[in-house]
């Protein structure tokens, strides 16, 4: 009884309105996404808000954007934000907060501050994604997306997209970039945004009552992080090549051509279904070298060769081309990361764990020896379907003919 008696008020608080800690719609402003600037020697923090009538289904016009964007600056992060009360009439509410673009001036400023705001303030999630812009951030928050009334949302979808389907990039949280940071190499990668087409800026609601829209925002290069500060960017095939490194390939599509002519077009493809890349670093020298192992499995999509495909000896020669493929992209992403001497492969990591004494006289020199690590790839593609046609379409053609 006496249990009962302590619950009871507790219970009436919960059911009853008007308790502690209540949120009123009519006094918040909904943030979808966050903008990092850095202009005139100040952070430059821009807001995408939702306007919850304008996403309304019974008030909802094609011609009336969804969200605003505004911006408000500061010498420091919390500065900027608390300015936001000076031209908004609701206060910032961070708790749906999807993603975070920081543009490329900041970037190269440095993520800190950016970072431990995440790490003190209670209302700020680690679960937020985390892009790049080469330009400004704020620009990416004020392009409108088709099939999304939210921008933020929809960028949110297509990382996840990408990395389920692609693999040339992967999502990347505040949680996973400051386990990186503050890790063994102290580096990560982080996908970039454009706008690409014309570059006109999609701003208008009603540009999207159109069939297509002039500009479109992309994924596009993977932006390299050492300590906290943009050290450079790699393209979206070499981004892929890391991928397969740090065995983050999840699903992809890989083309190639027919033989080892490289004037020769790559338009025969392979599904990866399944892949797994086994590191094993090993010490010579006082150099490190770096065994890799890829286990691919996948599923013939498109094949425009001679070869019949009844023939097992003609399966290994197109296996022996995939992989070579596939070899050839991982040392792509190998020459273009290990020039910007910033191991966001994680190879440091995977030589601390297995050699921790000798990681203590590596460790202060790291990115110089990570440039100069010998790597070894050994790739190995296994075909478990290739259709129903024995052949490409042009040779049965000519078949039916003869």
Same mark, same amino acid.
């Given at each position: ?29 909904i ?12 952070w430059v ?89 080469k ?8 392009? /409108?997306?088709? &099939?999304?009334?939210i921008? +933020? ?5 297509? $990382? =996840? *997209? @990408? !990395? ?21 190499t ?32 992309? /994924?596009?290069? &993977?932006?390299?992080?050492? +300590? ?5 960017? $790699? =393209? *979206? @095939? !070499? ?15 890989v ?10 077009p ?44 009844? *023939? ?68 190995k ?22």
């Amino acid at each position: 009884m006496k249990k009962w008696r302590l619950l009871l008020p507790m219970l009436i608080c919960l059911l009853a309105t008007g308790c502690w800690n209540r949120i009123e719609l009519n006094d918040i402003a909904i943030v979808s996404a966050t903008g990092v600037d850095w202009k005139d020697g100040k952070w430059v923090l821009s807001y995408q808000v939702v306007i919850p009538e304008a996403i309304s289904s019974q008030s909802a016009s094609n011609s009336t954007a969804a969200v605003h964007v505004f911006s408000t600056q500061g010498e420091s992060f919390r500065s900027a934000v608390s300015k936001a009360s000076q031209e908004t009439s609701r206060r910032l509410y961070f708790a749906h907060n999807q993603i975070v673009i920081i543009g490329q001036a900041a970037a190269r400023k440095g993520l800190g501050p950016l970072l431990d705001t995440y790490l003190r303030n209670h209302d700020s999630r680690e679960t937020v994604s985390v892009f790049l812009s080469k330009g400004s951030a704020r620009r990416m928050l004020e392009q /409108l997306i088709p &099939l999304e009334k939210i921008p +933020g949302a929809a960028i949110q979808r297509m $990382i =996840n *997209n @990408e !990395e389920m389907n692609s693999s040339a990039f992967r999502q990347m949280t505040i949680h996973k970039v400051l386990l990186d940071l503050l890790g063994t190499t102290r580096a990560t990668g982080i996908p970039g945004l454009i706008v690409s087409g014309t570059k006109e800026s999609v701003d208008n609601a009603g540009q999207l009552a159109y069939t297509s829209t002039p500009s479109k925002v992309r /994924l596009f290069e &993977l932006g390299l992080i050492e +300590g906290d500060k943009l050290v450079g960017w $790699i =393209n *979206n @095939e !070499e981004s892929q090549g890391l991928m397969w490194l740090a065995n983050q390939v999840k699903k992809t599509t890989v083309s190639f051509a027919c033989s080892a002519d490289k004037n020769e077009p790559k338009n025969s493809s392979i599904r990866i279904t399944h892949s797994d890349t086994t590191q094993t670093p090993k010490s010579s020298d006082g150099n490190w070298l770096m065994d890799l192992n890829v286990k691919a499995t996948g599923t013939l999509m498109e094949y425009n060769c001679e070869g019949d495909l009844m *023939n097992p000896k003609e399966i290994e020669k197109i296996q022996k081309r995939i992989e070579d493929e596939i070899a050839a992209i991982m040392q792509k992403g190998w020459s273009a990361v290990s020039k910007h001497k910033a191991d966001v492969i994680g190879f440091g990591t995977i030589i601390h764990n297995k050699y921790p004494k000798q990681w203590l006289k590596t460790s202060g020199s790291w990115s110089e020896q990570f440039s100069n690590i010998e790597i070894k790839m050994k790739v190995k593609v296994n075909l478990n379907s290739t259709g129903l046609s024995g052949s490409g379409f042009k040779k049965a053609q000519e078949k039916d003919h003869q």
